[in-house]
């Protein structure tokens, strides 16, 4: 911690301290990435305040390092107090707004909040397709996040459109190999399992 010190500057103290906590989370140590999020956030609170958008920013940072631990109510917490500081400078579609409302959907499938994440990417597939359009990745990929929570409340033949979707607007840019198309075919022939048991049973 001493290298941050001699910046001398708090607010390059900061960005350094959020710099290297980006590349802790490229190389997944999320812990690590974790405690240097939190110094920074603490930097940011006392040179800007809980309500300045770059403030928002780090706490996304910080949420997706506790989802990633599986700190989902931490997550959760983290992510609702970047959305209500961006809602009051930034475009509901922007696109940090997308990635905390992300991150949260995930914390709160994390939590056995199934019918809440579903709510927050339903909201994330809205925003991508206003913003980045319906031929992005990401719009293909937000409905990958959202097949997980159709999954868990029985909702399999939702679950499956969402997963197709995923995979038919995602493998043309991403290549068939991406790992979120290879999970999104993964959580498709479960849907596809559980929407078959019925008729199994059946005969």
Do not use: C, W
């Not at 930097?43 to 403030?55: A, F, I, K």
Request: charged content about 20%; aromatic content about 6%; glycine content about 8%.
């Amino acid at each position: 911690m001493a290298l941050f010190e001699k910046l001398g500057d708090p607010g390059d103290i900061s960005r350094a301290r959020r710099s290297l906590a980006l590349a802790f989370t490229v190389q997944g140590k999320f812990a690590e990435a974790e405690d240097l999020f939190q110094l920074a956030l603490a930097n940011r609170l006392e040179l800007l305040g809980p309500e300045h958008p770059l403030t928002a920013s780090l706490r996304i940072n910080l949420a997706d390092a506790l989802s990633n631990q599986g700190k989902q109510a931490e997550a959760e917490a983290e992510t609702r107090l970047a959305i209500a500081t961006l809602a009051g400078s930034v475009s509901p579609t922007h696109h940090e707004i997308a990635e905390a409302r992300t991150i949260l959907g995930f914390a709160l499938y994390g939590q056995g909040k199934h019918e809440e994440a579903e709510t927050e990417f339903r909201t994330v597939i809205e925003i991508f397709a206003a913003s980045r359009g319906t031929d992005h990745p990401t719009y293909a990929l937000s409905h990958y996040s959202l097949g997980f929570p159709l999954v868990a409340q029985g909702k399999f033949a939702e679950a499956q459109t969402a997963f197709r979707a995923a995979i038919d607007g995602a493998t043309p840019s991403l290549g068939p190999d991406h790992p979120h198309v290879n999970s999104a075919r993964t959580g498709l022939a479960l849907s596809l399992i559980h929407i078959s048991e019925p008729t199994r049973q059946a005969e």
